[in-house]
């Protein structure tokens, strides 16, 4: 089986002793560099994760990107590399204001301090038919924040959700927690693709999803 092509953009490159995943661009968070590329480490980046495990995301290079729960800019500045506008949300303000830093030498990247569960606070902001909604949010109810956003997502664009066990209920077993979720999301997608992304993140399922 072949391995899935990565967005144009990101390539695999010898950094620091080793082939990792990396994009172009300033770096962030005292990533390794080489040659202008920065690696992006799949150990502190869901979709980093779903990249190295080899799901189809869908991304190509140059797409227009939602991007919810943002923090301080890990992966939505790798994204901002490869992508066309990525609107990076964050709620919380320390975070935010790394991300700043991050969007600061990158015209693409386009910072909202605002909630993802509120998807009306950014929609006369956020262009209507993005190609991927990129989700990584710490909170209850993850998988209606992506039904809540799918608003925004155009009839043939992906979600790309990273779903956090813990994050929903400490007590629940994961498998149960992500089955949950599934069935809200049903409600609004397409199920493409899920995989564990335990090899990097412990009790984290990565989804690609379609809308309906």
């Known amino acids: ?6 967005p144009d953009g990101v390539e695999r490159r010898e950094i620091a002793g080793e082939e990792r995943l990396a994009t172009r661009g300033e770096p962030v968070y005292g990533e390794p560099t080489a040659d202008g590329w920065r690696a992006w480490d799949p150990k502190r980046s869901k979709l980093g ?3 190295e495990l080899g799901l189809e995301t869908g991304l190509t290079g140059g797409e227009t990107v939602l991007y919810l729960g943002a923090a301080s ?13 990525t ?12 991300l700043l830093d991050a969007a600061a030498p ?11 569960r509120k998807p009306e606070t ?12 990129v989700q990584d ?5 993850q998988a209606e924040v992506a039904a809540r956003n799918a608003r925004f997502l155009a009839d043939d664009g992906r979600l790309l959700l990273a779903i956090k066990a813990r994050s929903e209920d400490v007590t629940a077993a994961p498998e ?21 992304l335990d090899r990097f993140h412990e009790d984290h399922l990565g989804v690609v999803a379609t809308p309906k």
């Not at 910072?111 to 993802?116: G, I, M, Q």
């Not at 927690?177 to 693709?193: K, M, N, P, Q, T």
């Open 176 to 196: 149960a927690v992500f089955e949950g979720a599934l069935d809200r999301l049903r409600e609004a997608y397409e199920i493409v693709e899920t995989r564990r």
């Open 73 to 85: 800019g890990t992966t939505v500045s790798h994204v901002a590399d490869f992508a066309g506008p």
């Open 87 to 98: 609107y990076a949300v964050e709620f919380a303000p320390r975070p935010a204001r790394d």
């Open 1 to 6: 089986m072949s391995e899935p092509t990565l």
């Open 106 to 116: 990158r015209d693409r990247l386009f910072p909202l301090l605002k909630d993802a």
């Open 122 to 133: 950014y929609a006369h902001v956020v262009e209507r038919d993005v190609d991927a909604v």
């Open 49 to 51: 994760g779903m990249l």
């Open 137 to 141: 949010v710490a909170t209850r109810g």
